[in-house]
């Protein structure tokens, strides 16, 4: 069972330049997230997207940029990198549903991508 | 989703249980309670959810107050594996997404 499989798990950056963070769920999930995690804080939502073909911001979406042309893939974009993007960043799922009888609706996570930039 | 307030950090001796609590006074009818849990360098950890009856499940029990302004999770015996850091979230059920706050830090100790 693969769940949420990040690539790459760490990656050394130079400021300016660009990257994709990849990220793939076989769990047939509409609905998937990009978090991050700086040093000691809690994550914090960049992106999220319910389904093939629509995404939307969420708390700090600057400087990123996400596609959906799929159900299973979820890349985040990282255009001109800066120091400031130095964090862990996480990939999530999770079913799509409304009221009680998607009451546990869980979100599952990847394991993480660490990310520097210099 | 209602501002969820849990203490920094807390001890537990090993085989002792674990009870982490959270305040969430504004919580209102509809939304659940979840627990999620990181150890270090993982990604977040699905534990437990609940509306307003307690729930057990094999990780760990919650139970939540009768006005459902504050809910406790119960580690009933700790392990070292269990020191992570653990958020508790409340939000409506199908909602897009999770907000984190800092959490709890729980280090069990031999």
């Known amino acids: 069972n693969a769940g949420v499989t990040q690539t790459p798990k760490f990656r050394i950056l130079k400021i300016g330049q660009s990257m994709t963070l990849q990220c793939a769920q076989d769990?047939?999930?509409?609905?998937m997230y990009w978090y991050r995690q700086d040093p000691g804080m809690g994550l914090k939502l960049i992106y999220y997207?319910?389904?093939?073909?629509?995404?939307d911001k969420g708390e700090v979406p600057n400087g990123y940029n996400v596609s959906r042309s799929t159900t299973e893939d979820f890349p985040l974009r990282l255009e001109l990198a800066a120091p400031s993007q130095t964090s862990v960043y996480f990939c999530a799922s999770s079913p799509s549903g409304q009221g009680v009888i998607y009451s546990g609706n869980t979100i599952y996570f990847g394991e993480g991508s660490w990310l520097t930039v210099v | 989703d209602a501002k969820t307030t849990q203490p920094p950090s807390m001890d537990c001796a090993e085989g002792r249980a674990a009870n982490l609590p959270c305040n969430h006074s504004t919580i209102s009818g509809n939304e659940y309670v979840y627990w999620y849990r990181q150890i270090h360098s993982q990604g977040p950890q699905y534990i437990i959810h609940?509306?307003?009856n307690n729930e057990t499940n094999e990780m760990a029990s919650l139970i939540i107050t009768e006005d459902r302004k504050s809910s406790t999770l119960i580690l009933p015996h700790a392990t070292l594996r269990d020191t992570a850091v653990y958020y508790c979230?409340?939000?409506?059920?199908?909602?897009?997404?999770?907000?984190f706050g800092k959490g709890t830090m729980l280090l069990v100790s031999p």
């Open positions: 979230i409340v939000r409506f059920p199908g909602y897009s997404t999770l907000t």
């Open positions: 769990m047939n999930h509409n609905y």
């Open positions: 609940g509306l307003k």
């Open positions: 997207s319910v389904g093939a073909g629509i995404t």
